[in-house]
């Protein structure tokens, strides 16, 4: 009951931060409300290459120190940050033995997701935000649900740039792209033809 009053007071605060081409584990948006972002981004924008990423274990690789760090900037009364330090270092109960971590955000809590949410806000959201605005020489779209990140782009140089500097910004906090679930493709009218050459 505690996790969830606290969960429903900082979704309240974070809501007005978060940005909107965040999908998951927020109140009145959900996956499709990310497919109909995706639908129109594709067909309204110039999109030749679409990039779609997923995070390896990310609430198992969470890392708890940048996570207390990030919810610092927002989150004053000290009472409701040790209420989330106690709840990160709880640990996980399985067959009967407690391990801890301090990685992970305890998934299946209830406030997991918004913890995630706030993680991935400062991670990935701002900072897809500005390279979108600084670094692209073409259209960019994103949308991200969760973990999972889809990146629609105009030119290929910046798609691949994009991965690069995506690649470097999760380590930095923790975080790795599955090798398995990443991949960039030609999107478009020609792209079927251009593949077939």
């Known amino acids: 009951m ?64 940048w996570l207390v760090r990030f919810l610092e900037h927002r989150i004053g009364d000290p009472r409701i940050l040790r209420l989330i330090r106690k709840w990160l270092k709880a640990g996980i109960l399985e067959d009967g033995v407690v391990t801890t971590s301090d990685q992970g955000t305890g998934q299946g809590s209830v406030i997991s997701p918004l913890l995630a949410n706030v993680y991935l806000h400062y991670v990935f959201d701002l ?4 390279w979108r605005r600084r670094e692209a020489t073409g259209n960019v779209i994103i949308v991200r649900y969760a973990d999972e990140m889809i990146v629609g782009f105009e030119h290929e140089a910046d798609a691949r740039r994009f991965l690069e500097a995506m690649r470097e910004r999760f380590e930095a906090f923790a975080l790795s792209l599955h090798p398995d679930k990443i991949r960039l493709i030609e999107f478009g009218r020609h792209a079927a033809a251009n593949r077939k050459r």
């Open 2 to 65: 505690v996790q969830r009053a606290t969960a429903a007071v900082l979704s309240a605060i974070y809501e007005e931060d978060f940005l909107g081409f965040s999908y998951g584990f927020r109140p009145g948006r959900g996956a499709h409300g990310a497919l109909d972002a995706l639908v129109v981004g594709v067909t309204s924008t110039k999109v030749n290459f679409v990039l779609d990423a997923d995070i390896r274990d990310f609430f198992g690789s969470v890392s708890q120190d």
């Open 127 to 130: 900072w897809a935000h500005r």
